[in-house]
């Protein structure tokens, strides 16, 4: 067997199925193993942000590791902006780089890059392989620190003569690492400020968004009065009918300080205390209110649930019942076709058990909103902010969960950053419907340009954030890679469109050109 033979079984002895790859010559002989096993499925995406956003959608929903194949420094700088997402949303990823040969670094070819030094800002553990015999149980090292709780970004960088020398039999099976159990103190302290009167908030985020973590909290909050919020972008959340409720912290600073400007303590289980997306001029970063006394339950690291089961227990609110979401439908429009008859459209249709994927951005709080007490679904949000994530998290996403429907609600700005998904999307048949709303610009940055203060708003100003002229056509572009495509133009329109996509399976992508 040579390295990247026995590095493959290894990787499938230790849970990591998929591999989302964008190779080239130095991946060669990783690309020709993975030919020859039937136990990995490739699947090429063509271009490397997509390898890495799919990783983390992926990751999201299995719960586990897939691989990316990249292509020396430069394949994982383009893999990078989807990989810093997937650190802020704590997903397990691996990431296989491929590097020259050992002896072929020094002649500085025109692919020789840092690949450490690319690797480290976007990953938890880098390693690059020494030889050929190493190579097993350093995928093996690399699966566990993958698999670290929540997840973690590892990057092993394999030199070509690593993957071609034979090598040693394939590692069996890992033991994976378990999340950290809360210690007693934790739990007794915040126990002690959720009975001691004073006005209490409690923010979850990570592990602790799980359909049971969400039953346990709302016990806790039944119990002692406290309100609970999730971060507003997250991983990973359940929602919908037999969930229950959480709020959900505002994007702006305004609204997020409103939220919590009763708080005389703030408890944090699986997030910290919650800052400003971005800093504005005059106005706080951190949302708590100064003086507020914090305390976190549960790092993000830590296991979440048995934080809150632990509470409970200490609370003594283990027979109340959870009080869960009762499913309430908003109907369907009529007329014009904006992100709230969108909404509306959404929330009526989606069908049981979906999972959708968020970079709908300034056009996604009407179908947030509306959804709550939908049919029960998954949620993932963009965690890192580099817009380009959605069309690769739904591939992931899809891959991890064929039998649930996958909607990915997509601004049309962020959508061409990775369009390149759809190609994917229709090779591997995935059952994804997105939706693309078009309001031909970046309109989230219209609105911050107001509010960071800058004070032009002359033509030349606005047609940096601007996306018409010329208009573009996410209907050719789709069909164009092989996905079926529609153009909804009215809420009738829409609601059509959206309820038969509904009801079958596929790729399918619905351009929603809002009336706005
Ligand atoms: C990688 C990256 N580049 C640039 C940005 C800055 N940015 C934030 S939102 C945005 C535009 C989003 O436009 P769109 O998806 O159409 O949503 P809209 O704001 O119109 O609702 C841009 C360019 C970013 N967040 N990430």
Redesign the pocket.
């Given at each position: 067997m040579n390295g990247a033979e026995s590095m493959l079984e290894t990787l499938i002895n230790n849970g990591v199925e998929v591999c989302f790859s964008n190779p080239g010559t130095s991946e060669m002989h990783m690309v020709a193993a993975m030919g020859k096993t039937q136990g990995m499925h490739s699947i090429l995406a063509l271009f490397e942000g997509i390898c890495s956003g799919a990783a983390d959608g992926y990751g999201r929903m299995a719960g586990k590791p897939a691989a990316t194949l990249l292509h020396l420094g430069p394949g994982l700088s383009n893999a990078s902006?989807n990989l810093h997402n997937a650190r802020k949303a704590h997903s397990p990823v691996l990431n296989l780089i491929g590097d020259h040969a050992t002896y072929h670094k020094k002649y500085d070819a025109p692919l020789n890059s840092d690949v450490v030094g690319l690797s480290n800002p976007v990953s938890h553990w880098v390693r690059t392989v020494a030889d050929a015999a190493s190579l097993p149980g350093d995928a093996a090292d690399a699966v566990v620190a993958a698999n670290v709780k929540p997840g973690q970004i590892s990057t092993l960088i394999v030199p070509a003569d690593c993957a071609w020398d034979e090598s040693v039999a394939p590692e069996g099976a890992r033991e994976m690492p378990v999340a950290p159990k809360v210690s007693d103190d934790a739990v007794n302290t915040a126990a002690k400020m959720l009975t001691n009167g004073k006005t209490t908030m409690v923010m979850m985020s990570n592990m602790a968004l799980t359909e049971e973590c969400l039953e346990l909290a709302d016990k806790i909050a039944n119990a002692t009065g406290a309100r609970f919020f999730s971060d507003t972008f997250t991983t990973r959340i359940a929602r919908g009918e037999g969930r229950c409720k959480i709020e959900r912290l505002g994007y702006f600073s305004e609204q997020a300080t409103e939220q919590l400007k009763d708080a005389e303590q703030v408890v944090m289980i699986g997030t910290k205390a919650p800052v400003g997306f971005f800093a504005y001029p005059g106005k706080a970063s951190e949302f708590c209110p100064q003086g507020a006394s914090l305390h976190t339950l549960a790092e993000f690291n830590e296991d979440a649930e048995d934080a809150l089961q632990k509470l409970v227990d200490e609370l003594d609110a283990g027979s109340l019942q959870p009080r869960k979401i009762l499913l309430k439908k908003p109907g369907l429009a009529t007329g014009s076709l904006t992100p709230e008859s969108i909404g509306m459209a959404f929330a009526e249709l989606m069908p049981t058990d979906s999972i959708v994927v968020d970079?709908?951005?300034?056009?996604g709080g009407f179908a947030t909103a509306l959804s709550e007490t939908a049919e029960p679904h998954d949620w993932l949000s963009l965690t890192g902010?580099?817009?380009?994530f959605g069309l690769p998290n739904a591939i992931g996403a899809a891959v991890a969960c064929p039998d649930r429907k996958v909607i990915c609600l997509?601004?049309?700005?962020?959508?061409m950053?990775t369009i390149q998904s759809l190609w994917t999307m229709a090779r591997e048949n995935l059952d994804i419907c997105t939706v693309i709303?078009v309001?031909r610009?970046?309109?989230?940055?219209q609105i911050e340009l107001a509010r960071v203060g800058a004070q032009s708003m002359n033509k030349k100003t606005l047609d940096m954030l601007d996306?018409s002229n010329p208009d573009l056509d996410f209907v050719q572009m789709s069909q164009g890679m092989g996905v079926r495509a529609v153009r909804a133009n009215t809420a009738e329109e829409f609601n059509k469109l959206f309820a038969s996509a509904m009801s079958v399976k596929g790729p399918i992508l619905i351009e929603a050109v809002l009336d706005i």
């Open positions: 902006a970079e709908a951005a300034t056009s902010g580099s817009i380009g997509h601004g049309d700005g962020g959508a950053y709303f309001n610009k970046y309109q989230i940055l996306l």
